[in-house]
């Protein structure tokens, strides 16, 4: 199975801020990497698929980036609405494999 | 609008069994691949199981084949997961999910609101 490993694993920043995430596969994925905002008790929502593309309806500020073995997510000027946790997750191969997550926090 | 709505998880003892159901609506339920995702309490995301649009490929992370059946009707719009021989470990809320574009099988974009299930004695 590939593993996804995610850093840092916890973040704390400021409304404004730019952010970067950074996600690393244990083999080649190609751009097949997708990144999840997910907030306490609900279902995780889809912001990127294929490494860079902007799933409808996310605001712009968030973007992505790489191919390969190595992803980021940068969200341009953290709004309120954006302090949640974040998973990167490959879509390469069966079973698809998740980050263990990036706790984004209010500081 | 596409939505999904799981339901069916509960309290279950060690060894026992469990049958989850997910309910598509606003969507062509046929076109998709479907999975199962889920998430033990305070922990990160696990893909479960999926199966193709007619039902005839069915995948399992290792930890639960043999244990776990993923099937569907398309002429309900249904999916289930029949879990049997559980245990502790498969405590977790558990997820039906529908990929963002029909040619697409594991980027999530539909989620259902998610179904506790908990196995202990």
């Known amino acids: 199975d590939i593993q996804m490993t995610q850093s840092p694993s916890s973040l704390s920043a400021s409304v404004g801020d730019r952010v970067t995430i950074t996600c690393r596969a244990s083999?080649?994925?190609?751009?097949?990497l997708n990144w999840y905002q997910q907030k306490p008790g609900k279902a995780p929502n889809l912001l990127i698929y294929r490494a860079s593309s902007l799933q409808s309806g996310v605001p712009s500020r968030f973007s992505g980036s790489g191919s390969g073995t190595d992803f980021t997510l940068t969200i341009s000027s953290l709004q309120p609405e954006d302090f949640a946790t974040y998973y990167c997750?490959?879509?390469?191969?069966?079973?698809?494999?998740f980050g263990q997550g990036t706790n984004l926090e209010i500081k | 609008e596409a939505q999904l709505v799981e339901s069916g998880g509960g309290l279950v003892q060690p060894g026992g069994s469990l049958r989850l159901s997910c309910v598509g609506s606003?969507?062509?339920?046929?076109?998709?691949?479907m999975s199962w995702v889920r998430q033990a309490p305070g922990k990160g995301l696990e893909w479960v199981a999926n199966?193709?649009?007619?039902?005839?490929?069915?995948y399992y992370v290792d930890s639960v084949k043999g244990r776990f059946t993923i099937s569907r009707d398309n002429a309900k719009s249904s999916l289930c997961l029949q879990m049997n021989s559980l245990r502790g470990e498969d405590t977790a809320v558990y997820y039906c999910?529908?990929?963002?574009?029909?040619?697409?099988?594991?980027?999530?974009?539909?989620w259902g609101q998610g179904t506790m299930v908990t196995v202990s004695s």
């Open positions: 606003g969507f062509t339920f046929s076109d998709y691949w």
């Open positions: 997750q490959q879509s390469y191969n069966t079973p698809p494999t």
């Open positions: 083999q080649s994925i190609s751009t097949y």
């Open positions: 999910a529908r990929p963002n574009r029909v040619e697409s099988r594991h980027s999530f974009s539909i």
């Open positions: 199966i193709n649009q007619d039902g005839s490929g069915e």
